[in-house]
Each structure stands twice: as structure tokens, then as C-alpha cells.
């Protein structure tokens, strides 16, 4: 089966520090990552993922992530981060080795970035 | 293009009403997932359709709950009776390449 977690509720930074948020999975085979953002009182909105390739994954707005093989994880990065950044963001994983073709979904994590 | 249309935005009803959600996803997708989110909950699947036709509905919470999809372009929830638990945000996505999910803005059902 496949999960992922997102281990922390809220993550707060101040503007212009780097951010992380985390995220680890458990897949059976090789695991296809994404990463969400929904802001207040929208739909989630596609950020970037990873299916094969580089290990760093570059997206919108200045996101990035970096898959781990060795320890299952995929955080998600951004150098400077900005006040517009504070939102809820997701984490999710689809197992290749799953014939279903459903996301699985972390429980979110809302960044908080203070001017 | 327009991504995915979902309408109502908002629904405000009374209990034991009949509630039907609308989802328009993007041409050429052929997943459409709905969706519902709560505080208490989280992100919950309900169920999920290829080529219009349903794959998985284990997520739907009850009878009272059911989804069709009569063509590529068009998707309906639909609640009956209504319970106050029932509110929530609900989301319709599609697919595009890559399993990559496209969302809409969501449904916001508020159960009196």
C-alpha cells in the first residue's frame, strides 16, 4: 500500500529565510511524488513532481524538491521565502507497482511565513 | 484552457434537502476524482471514474451519497437526504499526463 506523511501541522518562517516542508512515503515499487499548494478558500493547485530523473525537481513560484531514495523522502524547498508563500501545502505519492491510479494525500502542512 | 468548473461555489441548505454537485473537468482528461475536505478529516477520496465510468466509490461514506458521469464533459454528486456532517469543501479533479491531478476551486456545502 502507499502512504505518505507529512509530519509537521505547520512550519513557520520569516521572510527571506529558506523554507522545508517534509514529506516521507512508503511504496512497494517506485513512487511517482507530488506537491500541492491550496490557498485560502481555492482548489489545490499542482506545484511540481518527480516520476524518473533528476533528483531535484524545480516548479513554480521558486519551488523545489529533492527526492531521497535512501531515507523516502521528498521535501519541499524554497530559498527566500515570501509572505504570499503562507498556505497549506500537501505532499502525495502514487506506488508504481499499484494498478489503481489514485493519489494518496498527506494530511497537509500550513506554512507560515512572517514578514 | 479553463481547468477544471465546478459549480455551485457555494451551497448553503437544510437538512434532509437534496444537494447535487457539478463538475466540468479539462477536455481531453480521462480521470475525474471527487474529493471532500474537512478540518476534522482532511483530504478524503470518494470516488473516481475512467472513460466515464466508475473505478472505485469505496471513499463514498454512504448510500446517500452517489456520483454519475454521463459523458466525457460532465460529472454529478448528489446527496439525499442531506445531514449537517456532510459539510465540507468538495473537489473535483482530472487528470492530465503523468498522473498529475487538476483541481477546482471546490464546492462549499454548509448542511443546516
Known amino acids: 500500500a502507499q502512504s505518505v506523511a507529512q509530519p509537521e501541522d505547520q512550519v513557520n518562517v520569516a521572510e527571506g529565510n529558506p523554507l522545508t516542508v517534509k514529506c516521507t512515503y512508503s511504496?512497494?515499487?517506485?513512487?511517482?511524488l507530488f506537491w500541492y499548494v491550496q490557498y485560502p478558500n481555492r482548489g489545490l493547485q499542482f506545484l511540481l513532481k518527480?516520476?524518473?530523473?533528476?533528483?531535484l525537481v524545480k516548479g513554480s513560484y521558486g519551488f523545489e524538491a529533492e527526492f531521497n531514495k535512501s531515507q523516502t523522502s521528498f521535501h519541499l524547498k524554497k530559498p527566500s521565502a515570501l509572505v504570499s508563500d503562507s498556505a497549506l501545502y500537501f505532499c502525495?505519492?502514487?506506488?508504481?507497482?499499484?494498478?489503481?491510479?489514485?493519489?494518496?494525500f498527506g494530511g497537509g502542512t500550513r506554512l507560515m511565513v512572517k514578514p | 484552457d479553463a481547468g477544471v468548473i465546478q459549480s455551485p461555489r457555494h451551497e448553503v441548505t437544510e437538512m434532509g434537502q437534496e444537494v447535487t454537485l457539478r463538475c466540468k473537468p479539462i477536455?481531453?482528461?480521462?480521470?475525474l476524482f471527487w474529493y471532500r475536505q474537512t478540518m476534522m478529516r482532511g483530504l478524503e477520496l470518494l470516488i473516481y471514474?475512467?472513460?466515464?465510468?466508475?473505478?472505485?466509490d469505496s471513499g463514498m461514506p454512504e448510500d446517500r451519497f452517489s456520483a454519475k458521469m454521463p459523458n466525457a464533459s460532465f460529472s454529478t454528486l448528489k446527496i439525499q437526504p442531506s445531514e449537517p456532517r456532510d459539510s465540507a469543501v468538495y473537489f473535483c479533479?482530472?487528470?492530465?499526463?503523468?498522473?498529475?491531478?487538476?483541481f477546482g476551486p471546490g464546492t462549499r456545502l454548509l448542511v443546516l
Open positions: 518527480y516520476i524518473t530523473g533528476d533528483n
Open positions: 502525495a505519492v502514487r506506488d508504481d507497482n499499484n494498478a489503481g491510479n489514485m493519489l494518496t
Open positions: 479533479a482530472s487528470r492530465g499526463e503523468k498522473w498529475t491531478q487538476y
Open positions: 511504496v512497494s515499487g517506485n513512487p511517482y
Open positions: 477536455s481531453g482528461h480521462d480521470y
Open positions: 471514474f475512467n472513460n466515464n465510468v466508475p473505478i472505485d
